[in-house]
């Protein structure tokens, strides 16, 4: 078993569609969780991150940790062609040590 | 925000040469830096850790003496391929972190493209 699994979709939706992007994890230790987006043949690039459970708004993303469940959620609100790319979520656990895991990403496609 | 770049953002080489990538923090002191390679519509696999001064940690399966880092300054990163094969051809990422406390931002640089013919 993964320690981050996400399904790789493709996720197709029609411009301004609230958008729900999913991982699920299975180590306790994670601590923070992150979502990156990455536009193809581009490196990564840091949404935001959010620490233990709870909920985080950046104007239309809002990302979402409930870690009884080991379930973190990245919505994106009024989605435009834009957010056409691929999501990644990560996670890591205390300790400047310690390494990223990454979920396999998803492939998000906004149509007009 | 914290920017990371890379250099070439494309390299094309003939089989059995070297080639070099450079990783570089602009603006932020990194205390460590990573070097992952992605395959097409495959998320990204961590090839090694390294910190300023120090030697790199290879995650399993990764061949060192084939993949040399070098990491000359807490600005500076490099990979080189030696010897490079096709089956080297992929996307190299670097990415740099920020250490705060217990727990250190992340920043990726925009990929090198290696073909390797």
């Known amino acids: 078993q993964k320690e981050v699994e996400q399904d790789p979709g493709p996720l197709s939706v029609p411009e301004g569609a609230i958008v729900s992007l999913n991982c699920t994890y299975s180590?306790?230790?994670?601590?923070?969780f992150m979502w990156y987006r990455q536009y193809s043949r581009k490196g990564p690039e840091l949404l935001m991150y959010?620490?233990?459970?709870g909920n985080k708004e950046d104007g239309r993303f809002t990302a979402q940790v409930d870690k009884s469940s080991k379930y973190i959620s990245l919505f994106i609100r009024d989605s435009q062609p834009s957010d056409s790319a691929t999501y990644l979520c990560?996670?890591?656990?205390?300790?400047?040590?310690?390494?990223?895991?990454f979920g396999t990403g998803t492939r998000l496609q906004v149509t007009l | 925000g914290a920017v990371v770049s890379q250099h070439p953002s494309w390299v094309i080489c003939k089989s059995g040469t070297s080639v070099k990538i450079e990783c570089r923090s602009l603006?932020?002191?990194?205390?460590?830096m990573f070097w992952y390679r992605q395959f097409p519509k495959q998320s990204l696999m961590l090839m090694a850790t390294s910190n300023e001064g120090s030697k790199a940690t290879y995650e399993q399966g990764v061949e060192k003496d084939k993949f040399l880092i070098n990491h000359a300054s807490l600005t500076l990163s490099t990979l080189t391929v030696t010897s490079a094969h096709p089956e080297d051809s992929s996307f190299y990422i670097c990415?740099?972190?920020?250490?705060?406390?217990?727990?250190?931002?992340?920043?990726f640089g925009p990929g090198t493209r290696l073909t390797v013919l």
């Open positions: 180590n306790s230790a994670f601590q923070y």
């Open positions: 603006d932020f002191q990194a205390t460590t």
């Open positions: 990560a996670t890591v656990s205390t300790g400047t040590a310690s390494k990223l895991t």
């Open positions: 990415s740099a972190r920020v250490a705060a406390g217990g727990f250190g931002t992340q920043y």
């Open positions: 959010t620490y233990s459970s």
